[in-house]
């Protein structure tokens, strides 16, 4: 138990459709972060949250991506008209301990 | 631009032995370094870290070094044991708490 909970595990959708990932931090916390992983590249930086309040964006997250956290604890990731090159591993965390991030285990995504 | 880079895309490393895997950063202002460690099919899984104002930290079997003048970081572990077997990411935050990881380095330990 890593302490975040993210569903779906994997997915996998057709070139063109609209897919959803959802993280839950177990506990409270104020900040809630997404990255995303692609073969042989270290974790990136998607976006953040400090309570509901989305407060970064990197300019890897283009106009079809969309990020939520309604109530200041779960949050949503969407990806519209997803094409192949969003095919990675998404990652949600949140604060850790000395300075780190808890990761939870991710969603893999393939966009065939 | 890398920040992190990590330049040993794979490392070998006997049983029992010392592994030490290598980081180097470009931007002056991190004030907090971490390693990493990850296993297929899950998420990053913290290991150590180490405030900037330090130059070492260790953990049990992980060591880290912080050499600021050289903008270069290690960790080291000893002795080496076959679950240490995974890829291991570097990282730095900056003063907004944004974590920046490099590309990472494959340990794998021989028996």
Redesign the interface.
Known sequence: D?G?S?DPRHKITKRGQNVTFRCDPISEHN?L?WYRQTL??????LT?FQNEAQL?KSRLLSDRFSAERPKGSFSTLEIQRTEQGDSAMY?C?R????????????T?LTVV | DQQ?KQNSPSLSVQEGRISILNCDYTNSMF??F?W?KKYP??????L??I?SIKDKNEDGRFTVFLNKSAKHLSLHIVPSQPGDSAVY?C?A?DR?????????TRLHILP
């Open positions: 890593t975040v993210q900040r972060y042989g590249q270290g974790p990136e930086f953040y970064e990652l965390a604060e850790g301990r000395m300075g780190g991030y808890t990761f939870g285990s991710g893999r | 992190v004030d907090y971490l990493y099919a899950e998420g990053p899984t913290f150590i870290s405030s990411f990282a935050s907004d708490d944004k974590i920046i990881f490099g590309k990472g």
